[in-house]
């Protein structure tokens, strides 16, 4: 009887598997997604990172200006809480 149950539930599995595959191949990554956007909006807001701002330049006056660069893995290994952040001009 047991063993009936158990195939009974692995055939009604595979049918759910071979229906739904397709929507929940969709739906797993559509949360990883999300996962990944919700886990970077919380570092974001808890280190106080912000967005690079590019601005439209022609080719002759183009350069590079960064001002407080900091590396997210060395900032938040340093255990004596020194960071001294980069300037690129």
């Known amino acids: ?3 009936l149950v158990k195939l009974r539930f692995d055939e009604s599995l595979e049918k759910i598997e071979t229906m739904f595959s397709h929507t929940l191949e969709h739906l797993i990554s559509f949360i990883g997604t999300l996962d990944v956007a919700l886990s970077n909006a919380k570092c974001a807001n808890l280190y ?13 006056s183009r350069f590079v200006e960064a001002i407080g660069l900091r590396h997210p893995l060395i900032e938040s290994r340093e255990e004596n809480g020194i960071y001294v952040p980069n300037d690129i001009y």
Do not use: Q
Request: glycine share 0%.
């Open 48 to 60: 106080n990172y912000s967005r690079p701002t590019v601005l439209d330049m022609d080719s002759k």
């Open 1 to 3: 009887m047991i063993a």
